[in-house]
């Protein structure tokens, strides 16, 4: 069917607003107005993916942003992604059923591991057979990060059960035409996705393109090295086959550290908030190339948590999507340009330093913003997907946190939520000092409370958390970070968080329901365990098994994947709400039937085995 005039007039005016509007650096973002009206209802009489989307969008900028200062940034209304490919989920180890002693790797400290990648050298699957811990074959492959312009298009080596997500990171830096913005947790991509990383700068130099890329990092509290020489020797590292290959190429990179607020006494200005919210740094997890691109979720970039022994469970996605990706790049923007002003006070905490790479010379040097080209028209139709994230706490003056629009949004969502809510997080509490954390109420109101009305409403509630103790302290001794992947809290703690907010809103109906009803609601509508992945119970004595995804589905019809956690924390954070019936319909079928399939042997609650919370169990 043709455009009516009316809607090509439109068409012509959204393109030169777009193209002034990218003159001057800023991206003009269209309104809800603007999209196509949305089916109201489905079939069941509750709101299509797009017109819910619709609905928490209006609601969390009102709530949380009336003035817009930050859409575009940390939300945005919702918009049709260009492309999402048949392998868009991208979760590790992806390995469902398959037992622990099956499941093969290989170290990178082994003596049969060589090259920047640190993998066996092979031919065949059998060539693979005595190099895994494991002693099980791997694969025997080529992957596409070998290359780097000048070889490995031919190399083949033992690959283990994770190794060939550095070729979705590499895949997207290879296409890159202008701009590559990377963000992460510390330490900086290392060992396999640094020699990705490297390997594609490489490419893209002997390729002659002219190509900026701006990498940052957000630092731990316990961070005590001196930043300036980690930045220096890092993009030194990163740069050293362009170096020695074609050091007047065009490829200007940038390495930044930062930390927003470390400041327990002060909270950077903010007293009135927790003290576990007066730490703030990035902890997003951001490719974002060219303005079209992205790659974000849960994965850090750590070789020894996620492609060796005892393997952290994580997900993360990518898709095409104009207005998503320069978004992404906004979202970096914002902190690269605190990081510029070079204003961090010691005193609370915060340190920022970054380093510059050009025609072979590493000097100081900043880039507060991408340098994009002009946006293009947002396509008409496609998967509905908007931008949820959050600034945090730090870059604003005086304790100041304007920009914290994803915790709005989530509360919103879970309030909206007719029947399911699915949820696989590390944890949702906090222990400090023997002392539960839980998180506290924002404009929304409190998402653990939204959970729990959702239960007395009959509703369904499905949780896989990470193992309790789930401590990596060999990695941590050898690498000098890492996390724990859990907070102290043990699932029984979030059993009775939950019993508790049930029971809290149940004395406030004015027909409440007794004790023996709310008990046995929790063990039919409450399905809660500890993560599993096959028939065991660890990976070994020295490795329980560990759950770092970030990931919620609502109704079975939009679905979070992005960095931020269901526990308190203030941190940086970025992330991505799709509402797609069909690809919420796979993310499930893909991942979390799975999840649960697997967990729910050990569940407390919501399946087969004894209840917690049945009179014989509970306390």
């Known amino acids: 069917m043709r455009s009516s ?37 489905d079939d069941s009489g509750e709101l299509s993916p797009l017109a819910l989307m619709q609905q928490v969008f209006k609601e969390a900028q009102e709530l949380s942003d009336p003035q817009r200062r930050f859409e575009g940034i940390t939300y945005t209304s919702p918009q049709y992604a260009e492309e999402f490919s048949p392998i868009w989920l991208i979760q590790t180890p992806n390995q469902w059923g398959v037992s622990v002693s099956e499941i093969p790797y290989f170290d990178t400290n082994s003596s049969t591991s060589t090259g920047d990648f640190e993998l066996p050298d092979c031919k065949t699957d059998g060539d693979c057979a005595d190099k895994s811990p494991t002693g099980k074959y791997g694969h025997c492959g080529h992957l596409i990060a070998f290359d780097n312009g000048v070889n490995g298009t031919e190399t083949k080596k033992c690959v283990g059960h994770s190794d060939a997500i550095i070729d979705h990171y590499y895949s997207r830096i290879i296409n890159a035409t202008r701009f590559i913005d990377i963000t992460g947790l510390q330490p900086f991509p290392d060992i396999r996705f640094l020699s990705a990383l490297r390997n594609g700068l490489t490419y893209l130099a002997l390729e002659g393109r002219n190509i900026t890329v701006r990498i940052l990092q957000g630092l731990y509290p316990s961070f005590s090295d001196d930043v300036s020489t980690v930045d220096t020797e890092y993009v030194k590292n990163m740069t050293r086959d362009i170096v020695r290959a074609y050091p007047e190429s ?129 396509p008409e139709s496609g998967t509905p997907v908007m931008v949820s994230a959050r600034l945090g706490l730090g870059l604003f003056p005086n304790g100041a946190q304007p920009a914290n629009q994803d915790d709005v949004a989530r509360t919103i969502y879970f309030q909206k939520a007719n029947h ?25 109101g409190n998402p653990m409370e939204a959970i729990a009305s959702l239960l007395l409403r009959g509703g369904d509630v499905y949780i896989v958390l990470s193992n309790y103790d789930s401590e990596r302290v060999t990695v941590q001794s050898k690498l000098g970070y890492g996390d724990t992947y859990s907070n102290g809290v043990k699932i029984t703690d979030v059993a009775d968080k939950v019993k508790t907010d049930v029971t809290t809103l149940n004395a406030k109906s004015p027909h409440p329901k007794s004790p023996e009803e709310i008990n046995a609601l929790l063990c039919k509508h409450l399905h809660l365990a500890p993560i599993r992945f096959d028939s065991a119970n660890q990976w070994s004595k020295q490795y329980k098994i560990t759950n770092h995804a970030k990931v919620w589905i609502v109704d079975g ?63």
Not at 19 to 24: E, G, L, V
Not at 333 to 353: E, M, R
Request: hydrophobic share 40%; glycine share 8%; charged share 15%.
């Open 557 to 619: 019809k939009v679905f979070y994947i992005g960095s931020h956690n269901l526990y308190p924390s203030n941190l940086q954070e970025f992330g991505v709400v799709v509402g797609d019936e069909k690809l919420a319909q796979q993310f499930v079928d893909d991942y979390y039937s799975h999840l649960w399939e697997e967990s729910s042997r050990v569940a407390i609650s919501g399946s087969d085995n004894p209840c917690y919370f049945s009179p014989t169990l509970d306390g």
């Open 250 to 378: 065009n490829i200007t990179v940038y390495v930044g550290s930062m930390r927003a607020c470390f400041d327990i006494l002060g909270g950077c200005g903010n007293t009135s908030i927790s003290l576990i919210d007066r730490t703030s740094l990035n902890h997003a997890k951001i490719v974002a190339v060219d303005g079209e691109a992205l790659i974000t979720g849960g994965h850090n970039s750590r070789t020894h948590e996620y492609l060796e022994e005892a393997p952290v469970h994580d997900v993360s996605l990518w898709f095409q999507s104009s207005v998503i990706a320069r978004s992404a790049h906004r979202f970096a923007d914002f902190i690269w340009q605190w990081i510029c002003a070079d204003k961090a006070n010691p005193l609370q905490g915060q340190i920022a330093d970054s380093k510059k790479y050009q025609m072979g010379q590493v000097t100081e040097g900043c880039l507060a913003t991408a340098d994009l080209s002009p946006a293009p028209l947002p």
């Open 5 to 41: 005039f009316r809607q090509n007039l439109f068409k012509i005016f959204a393109f030169f607003a777009v193209f002034a509007s990218n003159a001057i650096g800023e991206q003009v973002l269209p309104r809800v107005s603007e999209l196509p009206s949305p089916t109201e209802r």
């Open 420 to 444: 399911t809510i699915q949820i696989s997080q590390q944890d949702l509490g906090y222990n400090i000092f023997g002392t539960n954390y839980w998180l506290d109420s924002n404009a929304a």
